[in-house]
């Protein structure tokens, strides 16, 4: 949607007032630990975009708590797996041999949406060092939440997402579906269903160093997710409010995790 179209469609500007109010009117608090998935368009014409919605985010939790969003970028991956768009076979070597090498500080997002990108530029925001599956935090344990990201548990237990569920952070999806929430792959590592193991590849700094990096990983399938968010939302508590002129949903990340668990253990 244009802004344009968004102007044309919305009967006031979203201001940080007014997203701050419906934050607290729908049960966000200072010092949550709080996973952010977010449309900006949803809202309406926002005065001042996404840095608006995420100084909103941030005066609410407060740096007593803590805020982290996807900053994953999947070009930043093995070549002979894209598909939007796809590339030449005779590119690959190229792409391997040229690529630069992931760099937390500079590396910027792709296909997350302009929020996670304006957030990971944030002053005291941190990054985690996985070269495609990176996550940004801000708050009292950003450190913490970022730190030794491995590259075969990009989404598992040994990636960011453990810690928030380790610190039992809240999910937060503004204007988007289950098909965007992230901590649902961490529910694929924990289950005990068949999955496929691939190759992979990144650029990466090793010892000072530009390398590509191969490693091994299961590959994740959020093809689903849309139906288990459903089945979730019939039979579960959660938080839904309104958010300027969009919905958003606030749930438990532990409470869902493992409801997902249970839900790939019968249905995969």
Known sequence: MSEKEIVEKSDY??????????????????????????????LGWVCGGPVTLIDALMEVITKSGNIIMPTHNGNYSEPKYWGNPAVPESWWDSIRNEMPAFRPEVTPTRGVGVVPENFRKYPNTVRSSHPINSFAAWGKNADEI?????????????SPLQK????????????VGHESNTSLHLAEYKADFKKETKEYGAPIIKDGKRIWAKYQEIEVDSDDFHKLGNDYEKVREYTKFKLAYSTAKLFSQVDIVDFAVDWFEKNR
């Open 13 to 42: 500007p979203v201001t940080k007032k007014r997203l701050i109010k419906d934050f607290k009117n729908g049960g966000l608090k200072k010092g949550s630990t709080v996973i952010v998935h977010s449309s900006l368009s949803s």
């Open 146 to 158: 970022i730190a030794n990201h491995e590259l075969n548990s990009s989404l598992g237990e040994k």
């Open 164 to 175: 928030i569920y380790d610190l039992d952070g809240k999910i937060l999806l503004i204007g």
